[in-house]
């Protein structure tokens, strides 16, 4: 009888003993953040992870996203639909990727490695790495204007300083790396800080807000300025833009997943968190932004524009929110992938410190000043582009794990450079042909006029393209394991039974 490679407890599987020796032995492939997670490291119940989206979902980009559909000419309601449509369509690509992380403890890269090979994971990392150096630099522009803000007031002769804004962003940014170095376990405390912290901020402003037109009524009254095909034109594609403000999480939620104590907890609490997060303080800056076209006459979609018009007292108190706003996401969001894809690359010598770093330098590279200059820039071509960049992958790693090998993986083998996922020399060739028909569905709306829709709904087309695509390749694949053969590699315990940890079956 084959002795068996790994265990199961409740809803978690870890290696045996015996297979992690092995494991860490095959050094090309290993390192402790590339490990699965040991039995007692499924530690995180719900609540964690629903800290953990709010202080995501409350920051600069989200209330940027909001604001400037206000600029497009959606009204209140309209622009909180667009929203909340948005973030449950890309809860559901979030929950079933979520799953292979809570029940196997892996990070995206070592997921990717199941779909792409142990060499080839290389591809689907380094372009989840791209993205999220994109939004690290956006955030970080967000957080030295706010930094320049507070300086310029509490300064006299900070202004006087020509490059002033380079070097507070530049500043904010070193803060930003020094606390990404710390690594995931300091990312998941910070997230439990920042989110009420935030949240009284948009509270704060949103009483403000209310105060200063006399009341909701007001507030809320002003009507949209497009209306039949024109407003329609503007949803779709706001739709899927918002869908893209989290497809780089649809990814690398396996990244935070791994540490679930329980399916249930972890997807418990992302369903209960994310949307509702989104909604909400996106209602605070729709609010807000109807507010400053009244007194200002202009839609202030960019929050630190507004923060500047208020005394200095408020604007050292609100700039340090936003600088407290922006640490929290970009950590928790954007240095989790690229930090394990560059370790990926040679995890014998970059560590998860080397790779916050590496992500910190490439995210200079994407001139966060430009995708912020104007709004369409931001939700059309920077959420547009990479959303349609990053559907196909997540159509992949759907059909990959839920289609193709229904949630049956040799965990073991995903750390063999010749074991059953190294495919040919270690690239899973049918995974790039479904890569390319994903981007070959989106790319038809580019170069067909009447097609356009595709590339406006660049994510999901894409996603539906690489999904049915690898599903059909991967037919007859000989690396899928039969319940059969998972059984006899797959020993089960009671969490009782089970000698090295504490972990109950009951989330906290």
């Not at 104590?261 to 109807?290: E, H, K, N, W, Y």
């Not at 042909?433 to 790319?443: E, K, P, R």
């Amino acid at each position: 009888m084959t002795a068996s490679s790994q265990v199961r407890v409740g809803d978690v599987v870890v290696l045996t003993d015996a297979a992690e020796q092995r494991a860490v032995a095959n050094h090309s492939m290993w390192n402790d953040d590339l490990r699965p997670c040991s039995l007692a490291e499924h530690s995180w119940p719900g609540g964690k992870f629903a800290s953990l989206w709010i202080g995501m979902c409350i920051c600069l980009p989200t209330y940027a996203l909001a604001s400037g559909m206000i600029a497009l000419g959606m009204n209140w309601w309209e622009a909180v639909l667009t929203i909340l449509t948005g973030s449950v369509v890309v809860m559901g690509a979030i929950l079933l990727v979520s799953h292979a992380g809570a029940k196997y403890g892996i990070p995206y890269p070592v997921f990717a490695r199941l779909w792409f090979g142990t060499r080839g994971a290389h591809l689907p990392a380094l372009a989840r790495a791209l993205i999220a150096a994109g939004w690290f630099g956006i955030n970080s522009w967000f957080g030295g204007q706010a930094l320049d803000a507070i300086l310029t007031r509490a300064l006299p002769f900070w202004t006087g300083i020509a490059p002033h804004l380079a070097i507070a962003f530049l500043a904010f940014w070193a803060i930003n790396v020094a606390i990404a170095m710390r690594g995931p376990q300091a990312i998941g405390r910070l997230a439990q800080i920042a989110a009420p912290t935030l949240a009284l901020g948009a509270l704060a402003l949103l009483v403000w807000a209310i105060t200063r037109v006399g009341g909701f009524g007001a507030m809320l009254a002003a009507p949209a300025t497009i209306h039949g095909t024109a407003f329609w034109m503007a949803f779709y594609p706001s739709v899927v833009g918002v869908i893209a403000f989290w497809a780089t999480m649809a990814l690398n939620i396996p990244d935070y997943t791994r540490y679930a104590r329980t399916q249930r907890g972890q997807a418990l609490g992302q369903v209960l968190s994310m949307p509702l997060a989104m909604a909400a303080f996106s209602f605070v800056g729709i609010a807000v932004t109807s507010v400053t076209v009244t007194l200002f006459g202009t839609a202030l979609w960019n929050p630190v524009e507004l923060i500047v018009k208020f005394p200095p007292a408020v604007v050292i108190v609100a700039g340090l929110i936003v600088i407290l706003s922006s640490v929290t996401i970009n950590v928790g969001a954007n240095i989790m992938a690229p930090a394990r894809a560059f370790e990926n690359l040679w995890p014998r010598r970059i560590t998860f410190a080397i790779g916050a770093v590496i992500t910190g330098l490439l995210s200079l590279a994407m001139q966060p000043w430009y995708v912020l200059a104007t709004f369409s820039t931001y939700i059309f071509t920077w959420l547009g582009t990479y959303g349609a960049m990053l559907g196909a992958f997540d159509g992949i790693a759907i059909a990959d794990y839920w289609l193709v090998r229904k949630g049956r993986l040799d965990l073991a083998q995903l750390y063999s450079p010749a074991g059953i996922y190294s495919y040919a020399k270690g690239f899973n060739i049918r995974a790039v042909a479904a890569l390319a028909i994903g981007w070959g569905v989106a790319l038809l709306g580019l170069a067909v006029t009447p097609l356009h829709f595709l590339w406006s709904g660049g994510w999901l087309f894409s996603l539906l393209g690489g999904l049915a695509g690898y599903w059909l390749l991967m037919r007859n694949e000989t690396s899928v394991l039969t319940q059969t053969r998972y059984d006899e590699i797959t020993a089960v315990e009671t969490p009782q039974a089970h000698p090295s940890t504490t972990w109950s079956p009951q989330e906290a």
